[in-house]
């Protein structure tokens, strides 16, 4: 009895799926409808979608200032907090510049002291002035200029301290002036290196220019979305399911009315 029961179960269910079948073949030309409705729509959607491109570069710290880049990327997300108008004065930057940007993302690169920057924006020259504009304003921000200028300050004293040991070292070791310093005077080079490298180091940070760049912003060639080839068989693939989904229900509708009337 019990196999009698599942064998018209599997006689049942295969007499669905004919019958769906034989709905199908029977209101094709419906399915093809909806599907090129919707294939046409996802087509018209991708046309008129502009082309977004990920613009994207490194900033970092090239001196050891006691500047957190943490901190730096703070201040920079803040900017989203502003409308576009403000942002385009902040950046100083034209707002048609800010309106062809859709997303600024920013990213600490872990185990360094560098921010990795990802502009989304319709115009590869938009997203470049503002990752340039972004660096600019993370060098002006006021408590990386104050940092500037202490270290600068510390730097000015040992590099002060470090002239008066080159020109006479016995006086900086209270020796007599005509003492010999046989020890001492291998290392004198290196003392002057050293010195060289402060008053270049002071004057670098004179000019500005703590916060840069690590290289040309990277523009890539053809936009990341939006990804037509996958809108395109999305948009078959709903249309083929809406559609068989669509005479199936009207199939059942019809035979529903049927035997409700009867």
Known sequence: MQKNKNVQSGEQETINIYEIWLIIKKRWWIICAITLLFFGFS?????????????????????????????????????????????????????????????????????????KLQVDTTNPGSGVKVITALVVYADELPFVQKQVERTKEILKEDRDVLKKIIDNPSSFLNLPDKAIIYELLPS????????NAM????????????IN??????????????????????????????????????????????????
């Open 43 to 115: 087509v018209y959607y991708f046309v008129m979608l502009p082309d977004v491109y990920k613009v994207s570069n490194v900033m970092q710290r090239p001196y050891s200032v006691g500047i957190n880049m943490a901190d730096i990327k703070t201040s920079l997300l803040l900017l989203k907090d502003l409308t576009g108008k403000q942002q385009a004065k902040t950046l100083g930057l034209e707002e048609s510049v800010i309106e062809d940007i859709r997303n600024i993302n920013i990213t600490k690169i872990e185990g360094t002291e560098s921010l």
């Open 188 to 195: 004198l080079y290196d003392l002057k290196t050293k010195y």
């Open 199 to 210: 008053n270049r180091t002071i004057r670098e940070l004179e000019e500005g220019g703590i």
């Open 213 to 262: 760049l690590a290289s040309e912003t990277f523009v890539p060639d053809v936009p990341y979305k939006p990804k037509r080839m996958r809108l395109t068989i999305g948009g078959l693939l709903a249309g083929i399911f809406m559609g068989i989904f669509f005479v199936v229900f009207v199939e059942w509708l019809g035979n529903a009315r049927r035997q409700y009337k009867t």
